[in-house]
């Protein structure tokens, strides 16, 4: 599979591999979205996600930070289905090549004491809202992968 690079990398920057899952579910036609409110006063909006632990999988992964940025209790899908990469520069000023995996994901309950990331903020958006406002192309593109498979 040829997978997609996102992001440009900055002059004199390495960007070592970090792979990272990522989910995408949605409620009554509405995607979950991650509001991070970022050290320097701005904000990004991400599907909800993020890195590998050492020796988890990706799909744990995935789950483990759903929970702890949204407070929701998710299933995923036993392989991604889309993958994409992305040159990404974090709010602390980290750059990695983030090795996305991207699941499809199925709510299975709330639970708030999950939530630990309080920079994090969970949003709700229509598909379109959604792939409006996301700020990573690589999550616009599994976004929109999504919803195709979702319409076949």
């Given at each position: 599979m040829n997978v997609p690079q996102f992001g440009q990398r900055e002059p004199g920057r390495s960007y070592p591999d970090?792979?990272?899952?990522?989910?995408?579910?949605?409620?009554?036609g509405r995607i979950a979205?991650?509001?991070?409110?970022?050290?320097?006063?701005?904000?990004?909006?991400?599907?909800?996600g993020g890195g590998l632990e050492d020796g988890e999988s990706a799909s744990h992964a995935a789950v483990r930070e759903?929970?702890?940025e949204t407070g929701l209790?998710?299933?995923?899908?036993g392989e991604p289905f889309t993958l994409a990469d992305h040159y990404f520069i974090?709010?602390?000023?980290?750059?990695?090549?983030?090795?996305?995996?991207?699941?499809?994901?199925t709510l299975l309950r709330e639970d708030v004491a999950r939530k630990?990331?309080?920079d994090h903020t969970l949003i709700w958006r229509t598909p379109h809202e959604a792939l409006l406002e996301?700020?990573?192309d690589s999550h616009v593109w599994a976004l929109?992968?999504?919803l195709r498979r979702e319409r076949a």
């Open positions: 970090r792979p990272a899952a990522f989910a995408v579910m949605a409620r009554e979205l991650a509001h991070v409110s970022l050290k320097t006063g701005g904000i990004r909006i991400d599907l909800p759903y929970g702890e209790v998710i299933e995923v899908e974090n709010d602390s000023n980290e750059s990695h090549n983030t090795r996305g995996r991207f699941f499809a994901g630990i990331e309080h996301l700020d990573r929109a992968c999504w």
